[in-house]
Structure formats: structure tokens, C-alpha cells
């Protein structure tokens, strides 16, 4: 079971509205353009107008999966200075997007809880459908969400995680001594954001990124650098 944590760059610049994706990615990882920014403006926030590319690091190895939507999405709100937090540095984020904002579970995150706890992250941020499989390597804390708005406000200190997405051990060994029935039908989604709270939080102003943030709006370097999954 082998995976790296691969560093997602973004980078914005005046001119013509352009998205660039670079650092060897497939198909799949490609097409995350349009989810990302549909799911961006699900949320109620700015989807940034400009040059925007995006690197996927290293280079060398070859990018696959569905899990870089979420590092892409957050990487572009905090260069555009709507997300502004410490904890970015300190977390592997790994999400499919829906095009209304949802998050969806990935492959591999067993693997990258392993790899996110080796490089003394803090915080690994998945799917609520992933929690359970992130939760069984101990030393590190999930961060599950249901909606890309939950993240963006717990990333801004406007809402804690509440207790069903910090999981620990007991939690887990809690949970599966119950029974589950599977229920039948498509689940249906378990996050509501009111249009008037859409309203408010889009209009806040949240503090100034760090100045590494504001020399890449100004075109002399990355935005940000966000650990994301590759198995």
C-alpha cells in the first residue's frame, strides 16, 4: 500500500480568463476545472477571474484519481483571498466535488492517512463517507464534511467541527458495534445552506492571506501549496 502527497501550487494573474492545470495529470484530474468552479459558485463565493494555473507537484509522477478537486478549490479561494487559515499548512485534503458543492468519498484514503500522519500533518479532510477508513490510523484528526461551505467556514474559524466529524478510536470501535440496515433509494443530501446565510458569508472580509499569498497576486510566485492524495 504505497501513495505521495503531492503539493497542489495556484497562481493568478490579470488578462484574458484562462485555466491552466499542469504537473502531468490525467484525464480524469483534468476535467476538475468545471467542477471545481461550478461547485465554487454553488457556494455562494468568487470564483477567480483571470490567468489561473495550477500545478500539481512533483512534475515527474503522474497524476490519477478524483480526490484533487478539493485542494483545487480551497487552493483557489485562498489566493483570492476568501479563505484565510493556519490550517491549510497543516492539512491533506483529499474530495471528489459534486457541481452543487458536495463532497464525494475517493479511493485510497487509507493510504494517505498513513502518509499524511508520517509528514506530521495535522488534520486530514475527507469526505463524510471516508471518515471511518481515515479514522483507523490513530495520531491524526479527520475533518469530514458533507458540503465544500462547511470546510470554507471551519477553514475561516466561523464553525467548528462538530462531533461527528472528529473521529477517534473509541468513537470507531463505538460505532461499529452497532448494526446498520442499508437503507434503499439514493441517500439524500444531509447538508442545507440557507440562501440567507450564502448571502452573509459572501459578503464578509476575512483577514489578509500571508505574504506569500499576496506576492502571488501580484505574479512572482504560488498561492498557496495545499497536500492533496495520489495513490
Given at each position: 500500500?504505497?501513495?505521495?502527497?503531492?503539493?497542489?501550487?495556484?497562481?493568478?494573474?490579470?488578462?484574458?480568463?484562462?485555466?491552466?492545470?499542469?504537473?502531468?495529470?490525467?484525464?480524469?484530474?483534468?476535467?476538475?476545472?468545471?467542477?471545481?468552479?461550478?461547485?465554487?459558485?454553488?457556494?455562494?463565493?468568487?470564483?477567480?477571474?483571470?490567468?489561473?494555473?495550477?500545478?500539481?507537484?512533483?512534475?515527474?509522477?503522474?497524476?490519477?484519481?478524483?480526490?484533487?478537486?478539493?485542494?483545487?478549490?480551497?487552493?483557489?479561494?485562498?489566493?483570492?483571498?476568501?479563505?484565510?487559515?493556519?490550517k491549510?499548512?497543516?492539512?491533506?485534503?483529499?474530495?471528489?466535488?459534486?457541481l452543487?458543492?458536495?463532497?464525494?468519498p475517493?479511493?485510497?484514503?487509507?493510504?494517505?492517512?498513513?502518509?499524511?500522519?508520517?509528514?506530521?500533518?495535522?488534520?486530514?479532510?475527507?469526505?463524510?463517507?471516508?471518515a471511518?477508513?481515515?479514522?483507523?490510523?490513530?495520531?491524526?484528526?479527520?475533518?469530514?464534511?458533507?458540503?465544500?461551505?462547511?470546510?470554507?467556514?471551519?477553514?475561516?474559524?466561523?464553525?467548528?467541527?462538530?462531533?461527528?466529524?472528529?473521529?477517534?478510536?473509541?468513537?470507531?470501535?463505538?460505532?461499529?458495534?452497532?448494526?446498520?440496515?442499508?437503507?434503499?433509494?439514493?441517500?439524500?443530501?444531509?447538508?442545507?445552506?440557507?440562501?440567507?446565510?450564502?448571502?452573509?458569508?459572501?459578503?464578509?472580509?476575512?483577514?489578509?492571506?500571508?505574504?506569500?499569498?499576496?506576492?502571488?497576486?501580484?505574479?512572482?510566485?504560488?498561492?498557496?501549496?495545499?497536500?492533496?492524495?495520489?495513490?
Amino acid at each position: 500500500m504505497e501513495a505521495e502527497i503531492v503539493q497542489v501550487e495556484t497562481h493568478l494573474t490579470s488578462g484574458m480568463v484562462r485555466f491552466f492545470l499542469v504537473g502531468l495529470p490525467s484525464r480524469a484530474v483534468a476535467e476538475s476545472r468545471d467542477r471545481v468552479e461550478a461547485a465554487i459558485k454553488s457556494t455562494g463565493y468568487a470564483y477567480p477571474l483571470g490567468r489561473i494555473t495550477v500545478n500539481l507537484a512533483p512534475a515527474i509522477v503522474h497524476k490519477e484519481g478524483n480526490g484533487y478537486d478539493l485542494p483545487i478549490a480551497i487552493g483557489l479561494l485562498a489566493m483570492s483571498k476568501q479563505i484565510s487559515s493556519e490550517k491549510l499548512t497543516s492539512s491533506l485534503m483529499m474530495a471528489e466535488l459534486s457541481l452543487d458543492g458536495h463532497l464525494r468519498p475517493v479511493h485510497g484514503v487509507l493510504a494517505m492517512a498513513f502518509e499524511a500522519k508520517k509528514a506530521g500533518l495535522s488534520f486530514l479532510v475527507v469526505a463524510r463517507e471516508n471518515a471511518h477508513e481515515a479514522a483507523l490510523v490513530p495520531g491524526i484528526q479527520v475533518a469530514a464534511f458533507g458540503h465544500l461551505l462547511e470546510l470554507i467556514l471551519w477553514l475561516n474559524g466561523i464553525k467548528e467541527l462538530d462531533q461527528n466529524t472528529g473521529f477517534d478510536q473509541r468513537v470507531l470501535r463505538e460505532q461499529n458495534r452497532q448494526v446498520h440496515l442499508p437503507r434503499r433509494g439514493r441517500r439524500r443530501p444531509d447538508y442545507c445552506v440557507p440562501l440567507s446565510q450564502i448571502r452573509r458569508l459572501s459578503s464578509r472580509s476575512f483577514p489578509a492571506l500571508p505574504a506569500c499569498v499576496q506576492r502571488s497576486l501580484l505574479g512572482s510566485g504560488p498561492a498557496r501549496c495545499l497536500p492533496t492524495a495520489c495513490c
